[in-house]
């Protein structure tokens, strides 16, 4: 079992940024793709960004690019978000995600393993 932990959520204000962290623990015997994604209320969980096992290899959301990064420390077994230049439509619950049968990240069903997440709000 992986057990993930989300931070770094909090309240900004448009234009301002956040880093988010997610936390992996528990036994892993390869290392795994690590994803995160945002779900604003009355709305689908959707894609944000991905970053491949070895951390060389990214994909972003249209609406994201530019302005965010996802970025990973292995030997630490964390990810990170850096959210920069953020907008009010960024209001969400930002979620990580892992699991070991990820292909290109983009979808829910891909990842086994889901952080409680934490919540980013940017007022405008």
């Known amino acids: 079992q992986v057990q993930l932990v989300e931070s770094g959520g909090g309240l900004v204000q448009a234009g301002g940024s956040l880093r988010l962290s997610c936390v992996a623990s528990?036994?892993?015997?390869?290392?795994?793709?690590m994803g995160w994604f945002r779900q604003a209320p009355g709305k689908e969980r959707e894609f944000v960004a991905v970053?491949?096992?070895?951390?060389?290899?990214?994909y972003y959301a249209d609406s994201v690019k530019g302005r965010f990064t996802i970025s990973r420390d292995n030997a630490k077994n964390t990810v990170y978000l850096q959210m920069n230049s953020l907008k009010p439509e960024d209001t969400a619950v930002y979620y990580c995600?892992?699991?070991?049968?990820?292909?290109?990240?983009?979808?829910?069903?891909?990842?086994?393993?889901w952080g409680q997440g934490t919540q980013v709000t940017v007022s405008s």
């Open positions: 995600a892992t699991g070991p049968r990820i292909r290109m990240g983009l979808m829910r069903n891909e990842y086994d393993y």
């Open positions: 970053s491949g096992w070895s951390g060389g290899s990214t």
């Open positions: 528990g036994r892993t015997f390869s290392n795994y793709a």
